[in-house]
């Protein structure tokens, strides 16, 4: 079982930047690949990054790729995400999971889930 809990969201202007974090309540978070996905109103979430076990390997969608960047910290029991250069399109609720896989892309192969944190872009 992994609780995941986000912070970090808020309002910003395009160009700006935030950084997301996400607890976890787990005895075997180094067990789990971590990803953040994204969500508007009428859409399907949206894969932003994930990042392996270890931190080694990390993979990011195409609109966010070379903006933000997925870390974690094992010990700390936390992800984060940071993002640069942020647009108006980057506007939406941000999802942290945790995977039984090493690295996943796709919502349905993430296990938990927190409950969400809403960025807001204005142009």
């Known amino acids: 079982q992994v609780q995941l809990a986000e912070s970090g969201g808020g309002l910003a202007q395009a160009g700006d930047s935030l950084t997301l974090f996400c607890s976890a309540v787990?005895?075997?978070?180094?067990?789990?690949?971590m990803g953040w996905f994204r969500q508007v109103p009428g859409k399907e979430r949206e894969f932003v990054a994930c990042?392996?076990?270890?931190?080694?390997?990390?993979l990011y969608g195409d609109s966010v790729n070379g903006r933000f960047t997925i870390s974690r910290d094992n010990a700390k029991r936390i992800i984060g995400l940071q993002m640069n250069n942020l647009k108006p399109d980057d506007t939406g609720v941000y999802y942290c999971?945790?995977?039984?896989?090493?690295?996943?892309?796709?919502?349905?192969?993430?296990?938990?889930w927190g409950q969400g944190t809403q960025v807001t872009v204005s142009s």
């Open positions: 999971a945790a995977s039984r896989f090493l690295i996943k892309t796709t919502a349905p192969e993430y296990d938990y």
């Open positions: 990042i392996s076990w270890s931190g080694t390997h990390k």
């Open positions: 787990t005895n075997s978070f180094e067990n789990y690949g």
